[in-house]
């Protein structure tokens, strides 16, 4: 069952993304694959990234690697000793006045896409898929100093933002505001090409280049994104009867949202 929705589906941004990311990345290096023969090939990058979940995203994120365990040892009591005297009294604990929330510190793995020259290796272009760890502290200074790195190095930099919470890597007033953006720098130059990508519109086609002088080749983004929603059943999961996860949408946003969803008998 296909998506709703015509380009990002919002409801994707939430418990899921994990999944989403891992699912979209492995989808773009199979669609790519027969494309690069047969100088260049497509491979998958697993890198970690310290991460701190705000307490407000901790229902939206799916932990796996992370466990709480509860200890099975009984309660401490004071030691009555040999003699078996009389117990020491001991003071009452004061209760905290008040629960705040905290941060949740942890280690995240990531996947990117390289495109690889098959003689020697060498990066050609990275395809990297932003998650929250990369638009908030202290993934969002780690991502921008690995984009500075490979820009030095000559590699062309394809970026998809398709999350709207968060801060984006790229500042600065000449770029467009739009609930997502896909963006292109090109090895060696000084301007970037860039997709802004409004919650009704389709996903774009992209270009992804290669060495000179051989073509881009075509990255199909709407064609991935609906094969891993149908091979991943998302539609047997996604709530849509609730609202998108945060951030909230505008109210003409939110008005179309339902609309949509209505229309294709998701909501009554």
Avoid: C
């Avoid at 990275?126 to 030095?152: F, V, W």
């Amino acid at each position: 069952m296909p998506s709703p929705f015509p380009g990002m589906d919002p409801y994707l941004e939430g418990y899921l993304w994990r999944d989403v990311h891992n699912r979209l990345a492995t989808q773009i290096s199979r669609q790519l694959g027969p494309l690069l023969q047969p100088r260049y090939v497509a491979r998958l990058e697993i890198y970690t990234v310290g991460d701190q979940i705000p307490a407000s995203e901790l229902g939206l994120v799916f932990l796996p690697d992370v466990e709480v365990l509860r200890s099975s040892l009984p309660p401490s009591t004071p030691d009555s000793g040999a003699s078996g005297a009389s117990l020491v009294s001991t003071p009452a604990m004061t209760p905290p006045a008040t629960l705040v929330p905290v941060t949740l510190p942890l280690q995240v793995r990531l996947v990117s896409v390289q495109i690889r020259d098959i003689v020697g290796n060498e990066l050609i272009t990275a395809i990297e898929i932003l998650s929250p760890t990369n638009k908030r502290e202290p993934g969002l200074t780690a991502h921008r100093q690995k984009r500075d790195e490979l820009m030095m190095a000559g590699v062309h930099l394809l970026e998809i933002d398709l999350i709207r919470r968060g801060t984006r890597p790229w500042m600065g007033k000449q770029w467009p505001e739009a609930p997502y953006i896909v963006s292109l720098i090109r090895r060696r130059r000084a301007q970037a090409e860039v997709w802004p990508v409004g919650l009704r519109d389709r996903l774009p086609v992209l270009p992804v280049p290669l060495r000179a002088p051989d073509l881009d080749v075509p990255l199909d983004l709407p064609t991935a994104l609906a094969t891993i929603y149908d091979e991943a059943y998302y539609a047997t999961t996604l709530d849509y009867t609730a609202p998108p996860p945060e951030p909230p949408l505008s109210e003409a946003d939110a008005r179309w949202v339902d609309e949509v969803l209505r229309q294709s008998g998701w909501r009554k």
